[in-house]
């Protein structure tokens, strides 16, 4: 069965039901083809491609009850999620690239939820709503193709079951990060080299030492291929650079010695 792990980076092969088109954009998919579903009563999974809102809503309608996991693929023209409100057996949804949608949907019946995921969604601002998710463990927010996704605050994720939250936009409108240290969060992945050292520094001083995730490490890593070979990268906080594996060491040390040595005075100051 599906599971969140691999159900955020799909491979269209897990999928019982593979509806999506051939085209680079989504393409557009007609009822007669959403109703091949029929000859798959005992399917729980499916990604699709082409709706629109429509279709997507006779999709939902007719056929959605019946599924466990659902990504939708490339169905960017769908401005009214409010059909999703229908989907109480659903346990994932995963839903790339939205250019019309600007909020979310009532989630109160959708009880089994839990795992969505929302990339590359420009018109969405706002995450009111996400709190009647009620069992929602897994969310993760970010942009895949093109840095446009920016959210007014992180707060509502507050008061929610959320333990792994992962954010990947544009912008935090109110660049209010702290807010989440009082919310379940266990996994945290941010990229950390949007923050300066001190700034990573105090909003990790709030969480327990237990926090995991890519917010945990004041670096990045990554690689380049030249004539020479591969060379690896630790991409550091703000104003602090990169230093090049097996170059510059020494340097990396005395930069993750300073870290430690920030958090564990911020960590105190906040005892005091």
Not at 91 to 96: A, G, P, R, V
Not at 170 to 184: A, E, Q
């Amino acid at each position: 069965m599906i599971n969140m792990d691999n159900f955020d980076s799909p491979s269209f092969d897990i999928y019982d039901i593979c509806l999506v088109q051939k085209e680079v954009d989504g393409g557009t998919i007609s009822t007669k083809q959403i109703d091949t579903i029929r000859n798959f009563p005992d399917s729980k999974s499916i990604i699709i491609s082409g709706l629109k809102q429509d279709t997507f809503e006779y999709f939902i309608n007719t056929y959605g009850r019946q599924f466990r996991a659902i990504t939708f693929w490339k169905n960017k023209a769908v401005s009214d999620l409010s059909a999703l409100s229908l989907l109480n057996n659903i346990e994932y949804i995963s839903y790339f690239f939205n250019q019309r949608a600007s909020e979310l949907w009532d989630m109160t019946k959708n009880r089994k939820l839990v795992g969505l995921s929302l990339s590359d969604f420009s018109r969405l601002h706002s995450l009111k709503g996400i709190e009647k998710a009620h069992n929602l463990t897994n969310f993760y927010l970010y942009n895949r193709v093109e840095a446009k996704m920016e959210i007014e605050s992180l707060k509502p994720i507050v008061n929610t079951s959320i333990k792994h939250f992962t954010w990947g936009g544009k912008r935090v409108l109110d660049n209010n990060y702290k807010c989440l240290s009082n919310s379940k969060i266990e996994v945290l992945d941010i990229n950390p080299t949007q923050f300066t050292l001190s700034e990573l520094a105090q909003l990790l001083a709030l969480f327990p030492d237990s926090l995991k995730g890519s917010i945990t490490k004041p670096y990045t890593t990554g690689k380049t291929k030249d004539k020479d070979g591969y060379k690896e990268y630790f991409f550091l906080c703000k104003r602090k650079k990169r230093c090049i594996k097996g170059k510059d060491d020494k340097r990396f040390a005395s930069y993750l010695n300073e870290f430690e040595n920030l958090l564990k005075k911020c960590k105190e100051n906040n005892v005091q």
